[in-house]
């Protein structure tokens, strides 16, 4: 059976810290297959145009498709080369939630993600997705600095 | 066929050039263009508005209680039974995770809401209460329950009968479920009753989705900053509307549609405030609520006059059976048509019974309105047409004394409240005039400009001059798009029976069941 590790990418450092590090650890474990999981901020609490609800469907699917072109597809690319087993998952909704969702789907060992870098305003108040996806995952969670 | 429409654009475009200097003139030759406009269109109006004979009940409220009360029975109380499962979709029980991104039924539900929120909840429900006393508010809640089933038939329709175009777009609403559900019922008209329908939309869309929202806006804005002319205040909003509509700054529309809700739970929230302070009234205002709606307590045309402002005013507010929310839920990307329909029939409960009854209950308890110690009746104003209040207040004037008679600041938050719900609506109604506006003309970039640039005339227009006639053909325009709609709905009512109880059947058997999210 091989073991599988969800990386959570943002398209910024912080996401390639996660990658180089859930690279290095596939290859100590052997057959293990590499997830690697861009989650698309989205909250079906928001409000909305009637026009942009009508455009919903299609910028989901630019938004998808822009992600997996962009961050995902170069990021399993690149595992690949390196010789390791790796598929691209695009999700919308809230970061921490959706990683923990498909980590759970997956029957994942563990979820890798890298700490953010960045500090806004709404972290600070709510807090960071990394911090709530370590305080609500299922499966034990990496942080890599 | 194009030869028509190449004209009909071309003199809309005429229209379009012409219309700023109309905008101009509009003013000076105010009352020429009155008397000119109340004279071509008022047999319509008065048609639409027409009493009962021998009463001064219109005949359109009728319709559309009657309406409300046939869907109501037809489907066996759907809006008591489905009540809880409404609210289960809205949260998102139902929604299967891997559709995340798409719209939700509760971004669909709060987009059509945002377009019936507003001057109805505040100055409408004050005229009712103003007119027909504390008793409307009872009459109103009957109608907001009885609307939730017209809700739930035409959303139902809207979704199912809605094009969706190769490249992922969607056009839906009454007009698509005229031409295609009559197609499918093999019954002849159904291509007729949708023009018509979309003509009527199209003014309704011009009328009292804007120049009456423009108007209202700007009475508000310079009731706060001092009277100066309105054409400076529909230049503004005009500018605004055409940078949301036709550049797509969306970030405008967005900080909008945040802030409506906020505003909205604020009105709300305040009204709950004052009923808590005044607690030991609550009881008491009911007692005035029912006594009122089978005695009137005075008011002129006593229970009959409190029953006609109460469904009056449910219907101008909620919009049940008009067909304007089957346009809005259209929008929405659903394997089940029928869940729309459920979601949709909380609008007129959260419109009409929460928050129509909060500003009903508000003005009843401050004692703005002057009751004769004595007789315990209320006291009416000289004509006899309404009940006298403290200072002469009565509409949105009405409803800002009430709420600033408890909280002293409070008017100034309701007049930015209305002039944010009056922008909200006009963006709403700019999308469901297009909808109407393409199904006659056609899709296409071109036809759409014409009609988003001369929605933003027509803001000028509204906030510039005083129209009451024109005011009164739009809202005669929004009922007579119900009168089509309601027609339409008693012959497509058992498409959604069929609907319904496929659906009930697969709910009740587990075949559709709630996602662990």
């Known amino acids: ?145 | 066929m194009k030869r028509i429409v190449t004209t009909i654009l071309s003199a809309a475009t005429a229209i379009a050039l012409a219309a700023p200097a109309l905008a101009q003139e509009a003013v000076s030759l105010d009352q020429k263009v009155n008397a000119a406009f109340a004279k071509a269109t008022g047999p319509f109006v008065g048609l639409i508005f027409a009493p009962l004979p021998g009463t001064n009940f219109p005949w359109i409220v009728l319709w559309l209680v009657v309406a409300a009360t046939v869907f109501t029975l037809y489907f066996s109380f759907v809006q008591f039974r489905f009540f809880s499962h409404a609210i289960a979709l809205v949260k998102g029980d139902y929604s299967d995770p891997n559709d995340a991104g798409e719209v939700s039924h509760f971004q669909a539900l709060a987009t059509a809401l945002s377009g019936t929120v507003g001057l109805g909840n505040i100055a409408g429900v004050a005229v009712a209460v103003g007119i027909g006393g504390p008793g409307a508010t009872f009459w109103m809640i009957l109608a907001g329950l009885l609307g939730m089933a017209s809700k739930f038939t035409e959303c139902t329709l809207g979704v199912k009968y809605r094009n969706e175009y190769p490249d992922g777009t969607v056009s839906g609403g009454p007009m698509y479920y005229m031409s295609k559900g009559f197609n499918e019922l093999g019954l002849p008209g159904g291509k007729i009753l949708a023009v018509l329908f979309s003509i009527f939309c199209i003014l309704g869309a011009f009328g009292g989705g804007n120049m009456f929202q423009a108007n209202q806006a700007h009475a508000q804005i310079s009731g706060i900053v001092g009277d100066y002319p309105g054409w400076i205040t529909g230049i503004l909003f005009a500018a605004i509307v055409f940078l949301v509509i036709v550049g797509g700054i969306k970030s405008i529309a967005r900080v909008t549609e945040k802030i409506v809700p906020f505003m909205g739970l604020l009105y709300v929230g305040a009204a709950l405030i004052i009923l808590l302070v005044n607690y030991d009234k609550i009881g008491w205002a009911f007692g005035q609520i029912f006594a009122g709606a089978f005695t009137g307590l005075g008011v002129a045309g006593g229970m009959v006059g409190a029953l006609i402002q109460g469904f009056k005013r449910a219907a101008f507010s909620n919009e049940a059976g008009v067909g304007s929310a089957a346009i809005a839920h259209s929008a929405v990307r659903t394997k089940e048509p029928i869940t729309e329909g459920f979601v949709s029939l909380l609008e007129p409960l959260i419109d009409t019974v929460v928050i129509c009854t909060m500003t009903a209950l508000v003005i009843t308890i401050s004692g703005v309105q002057q009751v004769d110690p004595a007789t315990g009746m209320f006291i009416l104003t000289e004509d006899g047409g309404m009940i006298a209040t403290e200072g002469g207040v009565q509409g949105v004037q009405l409803t800002s004394a009430a709420f600033g008679s408890a909280i002293s600041w409070f008017p100034l938050v309701l007049a930015i409240a209305v002039v944010l719900f009056a922008f909200s609506t006009m963006i709403s109604w700019s999308y469901y005039g297009l909808k109407a506006w393409t199904y006659l003309f056609g899709e296409g970039k071109t036809t759409e400009l014409i009609f988003k640039l001369i929605f933003c005339v027509f803001v000028v227009i509204g906030a510039a001059a005083n129209l009451g006639p024109v005011i009164d053909f739009s809202d005669a325009a929004i009922f007579s798009m119900a009168v089509v709609n309601v027609f339409a709905l008693y012959f497509l009512m058992k498409i959604v029976r069929k609907e319904l109880a496929s659906y009930s059947s697969r709910l009740a058997s587990g075949e559709i069941r709630k996602f662990s999210h």
């Open chain 1, 1 to 145: 059976m091989t073991a599988k590790l969800v990386v959570g990418v943002d398209g910024h450092s912080s996401g390639e810290r996660a990658l180089d590090f859930a690279a290095k650890l596939a290859d100590k474990i052997g057959a293990c297959e590499l997830l690697v999981v861009y989650i698309i901020e989205w909250s079906p609490y928001s409000f909305q145009t009637p026009e942009e609800n009508e455009k919903r469907h299609n910028r989901r699917e630019e938004e998808i498709a822009v992600a997996k072109e962009r961050i995902v597809e170069p990021a399993v690319a690149q595992l690949t080369k390196d010789g390791l087993s790796a598929r691209g998952i695009v999700r919308h909704g809230n970061v921490a939630d959706a990683l923990n969702d498909v980590a759970a789907k997956e029957n994942a060992e563990q979820i890798i993600v890298a700490r953010s870098s960045e500090r806004t305003l709404s972290q600070r108040i709510f807090g960071s997705s990394t911090a709530n996806l370590v305080m609500e995952a299922s499966v034990p969670v990496t942080v890599v600095g």
